[in-house]
């Protein structure tokens, strides 16, 4: 079975930067597609960032531009770039796994989850 690490999280500041990482086991790397969900309080899960076993990636409008999904295969670990952070930012990301090839950003493809950590952008 897929075991999903989420680690990173932390307090930064509005314009900030900051790196989570989701280290992976227990799975073929290249048989599957690895997303980024977040979910501020009292809000529903959204998807942010997906990357596929061919290396392809897909984001949000609302990231787009700001942060970056990549892979290292030797590492067996996916990371999240995320740069010119937000106060509506703030939220737990999670990392997820799932089988399709096409990288979708809908919770319901995904049945593998990381614990989430907590990411506050506040002055």
């Known amino acids: 079975d897929v075991q999903l690490q989420a680690s990173g999280g932390g307090l930064v500041q509005p314009g900030g930067s900051m790196r989570l990482s989701c280290a992976a086991s227990?799975?073929?790397?290249?048989?599957?597609?690895f997303s980024w969900f977040r979910q501020a309080p009292g809000k529903e899960r959204e998807g942010i960032a997906c990357?596929?076993?061919?290396?392809?990636?897909y984001y949000s409008d609302s990231v787009e531009g700001r942060f970056t999904i990549s892979s290292d295969n030797a590492a067996n670990t996916v990371y999240l770039q995320m740069d010119t952070l937000e106060p509506d930012d703030t939220a737990v990301y999670y990392c997820?796994?799932?089988?399709?090839?096409?990288?979708?950003?809908?919770?319901?493809?995904?049945?593998?989850w990381g614990q989430g950590t907590l990411v506050t952008v506040s002055s």
């Open positions: 990357i596929n076993w061919g290396g392809n990636s």
């Open positions: 997820a796994a799932t089988s399709l090839y096409y990288c979708p950003l809908h919770r319901r493809e995904y049945n593998n």
């Open positions: 227990g799975f073929s790397f290249d048989d599957y597609s």
